[in-house]
């Protein structure tokens, strides 16, 4: 068995995704992950652990991958627009990071910071890995 590490973007949860808990298989189409995409949010060295981000929005080919989570862990970070721009980013060094035994993309409230994801460690021996 591999494995790997996924990101599970929050809106995609709340829009239409289906509930998961550590011991659950499910059976996600994964896009290997650009680390870039994701450092704003739980620092570098986080990001360059994680191997897919699951996708059921947009266009995808991809096949659904069975995975029996292993865990899942909310991410939740400040979000500001830098200095002169007009758009909200994360925050650099503003993660908070809430292991969970059940995600269903409406966490609790957590003060001064956002709801961004899920980082779900998951067992597969059919992962791609780049």
């Not at 973007?9 to 709340?14: L, R, T, V």
């Not at 704003?40 to 996708?55: S, T, Y």
Request: proline share 9%; charged share 25%; glycine share 8%.
């Amino acid at each position: 068995m591999t494995t790997v590490t996924i990101w599970v973007d929050g809106w995609q949860m709340q829009c239409c995704g289906e509930s998961f808990a550590p011991g659950d298989v499910v059976s996600w189409p994964l896009l290997e992950a650009d680390p870039g995409n994701f450092a704003e949010i739980v620092g570098a060295d986080r990001a360059a652990e994680i191997d897919f981000c699951e996708e059921h929005h947009g266009d995808t080919d991809a096949p659904p991958t069975r995975l029996k989570v292993l865990t899942a862990t909310e991410v939740h970070c400040r979000i500001a627009p830098p200095p002169g721009a007009d758009a909200y980013h994360p925050v650099p060094g503003t993660t908070e990071l809430v292991p969970v035994e059940k995600a269903d993309g409406w966490p609790e409230s957590r003060q001064d910071v956002r709801f961004m994801g899920y980082l779900v460690t998951a067992e597969s021996t059919h992962a791609r890995r780049a």
